[in-house]
């Protein structure tokens, strides 16, 4: 052992005489050890929380939408196909790293797509009348890219794959949509458009009758209430597209890959269409929640720059401590660089240590809170009833690094003040 590392590791253990030094140590350590723990514990929940709530509206909303400037468009299965044939290259570098890290694809690509047309309406069932957005959806793929709600009444999907175009077209709404119109599976309802034919007393909205086929939940009370699906044959004959549609809804294998994608689709597709991302689509979302992630991660990294200043009161009690070892060392041929080492050593393990006890404390912990979910939170408010968990690799690594960094700078002004030590002024005053 080399023995700068040798006397660091003695320095630790103070004598008898000197405990209140070891104490000072020990709580340096165990401030450390709190802060890593809580970060971990917060930025794990925070990125639950995070992931949770993509994965409902991602569940909802594809990854990409493509739409034209020119309104609705046709040639759709050529698109299609040009859409499903687009590849990015994977990432390189330190983005690489982190991808890999945290599960995601090398080599993402397009799973699916769909074409959607949408209508702005109201439902009314005789009882009330709300407004609803309208997807008109090809069942065969719809389903390959986004996820429907679990059905409470009637059937899901596949009463749409069954519609004929006669009679009265199915209709899937959500359960607080049902509950406002006070309507079940196999009610008749109308659809009202106000577009309509021009008379010589105004505008005459067209009007509709549908069967509603399912009754849905998607966990999101804004979903649950604003949206129904219905057969894209039925839907383009209801807004008079004829065989055109408003958009392409797209779900790729990395959603962190979808600016690629969009990138890369504007180029294989060109004018008029253009492309927009999940993270566009509910950019003011998702940037407030890492916002607070950012503000969060700094006002728990104070906890380690408190344990920092203890660090530097014990090196420093240390050194006072410490002079005539420190004399003697030179008197003997240690150099200034030595002694340096030997306290930013004493510093390092100290930071060491802290920094591993909470690394095993946080990661602990966040498993027994995903595993038993002990603690509870309201359902209705967070649309979950316990807290999420999702901790990453990369997360734990970048907190790890930083409280170490954290504590190596705080070993740095105490172990100069020892290596500046003038040995014969501390040898002749005995």
Not at 123 to 148: H, N
Not at 201 to 219: E, F, H, N
Not at 381 to 408: E, F, G, H, N, R
């Amino acid at each position: 052992m080399r023995y700068e590392l040798y006397m660091a590791l003695r320095y630790l253990r103070a004598k008898k005489e000197h405990k209140f030094i070891s104490l000072i140590s020990a709580i340096s350590t165990g401030g450390v050890a709190l802060g890593v723990m809580a970060l971990i514990v917060v930025i794990a929940v925070m990125a639950g929380f995070e992931n949770h709530l993509k994965e409902k509206i991602l569940g909802v909303n594809a990854h990409l939408l493509i739409r034209s400037y020119e309104g609705p468009f046709d040639s759709i299965d050529l698109i299609k196909k040009k859409i499903e044939g687009i590849e990015v290259p994977p990432e390189s570098g330190f983005s690489s790293v982190i991808s890999r890290l945290r599960g995601q694809g090398a080599s993402p690509h397009v799973v699916a797509a769909t074409p959607v047309v949408y209508i702005q309406a109201l439902l009314s069932s005789g009882r009330a009348v709300s407004g609803v957005v309208i997807r008109g959806v090809d069942p065969d793929s719809v389903t390959k890219v986004v996820r429907f709600g679990k059905i409470l009444q009637g059937r899901g999907v596949q009463c749409l794959k069954e519609y004929s175009g006669k009679g009265p077209a199915p209709i899937i709404i959500g359960k607080e949509l049902a509950l406002t119109l006070g309507v079940q599976a196999g009610d008749l309802i109308r659809i009202v458009l106000p577009s309509g034919t021009i008379t010589p007393i105004g505008m005459m909205p067209r009007i509709r009758t549908v069967r509603v086929c399912g009754i849905q939940t998607m966990g999101m009370y804004e979903y649950d209430m604003s949206l129904a699906f219905m057969p894209i044959g039925a839907a383009q004959r209801l807004a008079g597209l004829g065989d055109k549609v408003h958009a392409f809804e797209v779900k790729i294998s990395d959603i962190y890959a979808a600016g690629r994608f969009v990138r890369a689709i504007q180029k294989v597709l060109g004018y008029p269409f253009w492309a927009m991302d999940w993270q566009q689509m509910s950019r003011n979302l998702f940037s407030a929640m890492e916002l607070e992630k950012f503000a969060m991660f700094v006002v728990l990294t104070l906890i380690v720059l408190v344990a920092a200043f203890n660090i530097i009161s014990t090196l420093s009690m240390m050194v006072m401590e410490k002079k005539a070892d420190i004399a003697i060392l030179k008197a003997m041929g240690a150099t200034n660089s030595q002694i340096l080492r030997i306290f930013m050593l004493n510093g390092v393990m100290i930071g060491l240590m802290g920094t591993a006890m909470g690394v095993l404390g946080g990661t602990g912990l966040c498993w027994l809170l995903k595993r038993y979910k002990f603690i509870k939170i309201p359902k209705e408010v967070y649309y979950t009833d316990s807290i999420p968990i999702l901790l990453y690799q990369s997360d734990v690594m970048i907190i790890a690094a930083s409280a170490l960094i954290i504590c190596l700078l705080a070993t740095i002004y105490p172990a100069r003040q020892a290596a500046g030590i003038d040995p014969s002024k501390i040898l002749r005053n005995g």
